[in-house]
């Protein structure tokens, strides 16, 4: 019996216009009067998506919880409590940003208070607005973020071979993080986590009892660690393998009512 089902937002729980749709909203509250856990599973801060917590009814809420920065950060939604944070020491980030330097590439830094990004360019900008707030900078260093929480780091390039090219030139240092891609225009790096676990400890749920859906490279741990892994019908062809089920039903066909509905009701 599921208990938990935790959905990652863009291009799986929000449809192409960044709202949950009213179909999926009706089976999250039918899965909710089941007693099961619905918890929004994003790469974006906590704080960027208090509108869909708002749309699903979950915004702050006792006993109700996010896991975002890819698992980096888990926080009840009231209050935005943080419960649990595992991301970058300074060291490991300054190395990424220095990295990312030598290639073609905008870099985003992310902390706990806002997004930081290095040679943002008009496209990029386009993408960010009405996804989350960020803010740009020119410093060719990290600097002015030492002593401050940096939960993860990120490069942006829309040519997914190029972006490829770059994680086979670099894995002589991630050997110890989660290198993972999503929305076919980021390579991200984590530290490596198990927030599907940890949760899952806190609440008393096990494993099996756990589902995850996704459609890219960065939900790829969540759908691992859930005793049910599950793709949207537009998830990456190359992930589909790894996946348990494929759902028939995109993010804008209502694919987490589907889910909901073959699975939990």
Same mark, same amino acid.
């Given at each position: 019996?599921?208990?938990?089902?935790?959905?990652?937002?863009?291009?799986?729980?929000?449809? *192409?216009?960044?709202?949950?749709?009213?179909?999926?909203?009706?089976?999250?509250?039918?899965?909710? &009067?089941? +007693?099961?856990?619905?918890?929004?599973?994003?790469?974006?801060?906590?704080?960027?998506?208090?509108?869909?917590?708002?749309?699903?009814?979950?915004?702050?809420?006792?006993?109700?919880?996010?896991?975002?920065?890819?698992? +980096?950060?888990? *926080?009840?939604?009231?209050?935005?409590?943080?419960? @649990?944070?595992?991301?970058? &020491?300074? &060291?490991?980030?300054?190395?990424?940003?220095?990295?990312?330097?030598?290639? &073609?590439?905008?870099? @985003?830094?992310? *902390?706990?208070?806002?997004?930081?990004?290095?040679?943002?360019?008009? +496209?990029?900008?386009?993408?960010?607005?009405?996804?989350?707030?960020?803010?740009?900078?020119?410093?060719?260093?990290?600097?002015?973020?030492?002593?401050?929480?940096?939960?993860?780091?990120?490069?942006?390039?829309?040519?997914?071979?190029?972006?490829?090219?770059?994680?086979?030139?670099?894995? @002589?240092?991630?050997?110890?993080?989660?290198?993972?891609?999503?929305?076919?225009?980021?390579?991200?790096?984590?530290?490596?986590?198990?927030?599907?676990?940890?949760?899952?400890?806190?609440? +008393?749920?096990?494993?099996?009892?756990?589902?995850?859906?996704?459609?890219?490279?960065?939900?790829?741990?969540?759908?691992?660690?859930?005793?049910?892994?599950?793709?949207?019908?537009? *998830?990456?062809?190359?992930?589909?393998?790894?996946?348990?089920?494929?759902?028939?039903?995109?993010?804008?066909?209502?694919?987490?009512?589907?889910?909901?509905?073959?699975?939990?009701?």
């Amino acid at each position: 019996m599921i208990k938990l089902i935790a959905s990652d937002l863009d291009e799986t729980l929000l449809s *192409t216009d960044r709202t949950v749709s009213l179909k999926n909203r009706e089976y999250i509250q039918k899965a909710r &009067d089941k +007693g099961v856990k619905f918890v929004c599973a994003t790469g974006r801060g906590y704080s960027s998506i208090q509108t869909t917590l708002e749309e699903i009814g979950s915004k702050d809420m006792e006993g109700e919880y996010t896991i975002s920065y890819n698992g +980096g950060v888990i *926080t009840e939604n009231k209050d935005n409590r943080l419960i @649990h944070f595992e991301g970058l &020491d300074f &060291d490991t980030a300054e190395k990424l940003f220095f990295n990312g330097l030598k290639y &073609d590439v905008c870099i @985003h830094v992310y *902390t706990l208070e806002t997004v930081w990004i290095y040679n943002i360019f008009d +496209g990029e900008i386009d993408y960010l607005n009405g996804r989350m707030a960020f803010t740009a900078f020119d410093d060719k260093n990290l600097d002015f973020l030492k002593g401050q929480e940096i939960i993860k780091v990120l490069y942006v390039n829309t040519d997914r071979a190029y972006l490829n090219q770059i994680e086979q030139d670099m894995v @002589h240092m991630t050997e110890d993080l989660d290198v993972s891609y999503s929305s076919n225009r980021y390579l991200e790096f984590n530290k490596k986590g198990a927030a599907m676990h940890i949760l899952g400890n806190l609440l +008393g749920i096990r494993k099996e009892e756990m589902a995850a859906v996704g459609d890219n490279y960065n939900d790829l741990s969540m759908i691992r660690a859930a005793g049910l892994g599950a793709g949207v019908a537009n *998830t990456v062809e190359t992930m589909k393998p790894e996946c348990d089920v494929i759902l028939e039903t995109t993010n804008d066909e209502d694919a987490i009512a589907d889910l909901i509905r073959q699975y939990v009701l």
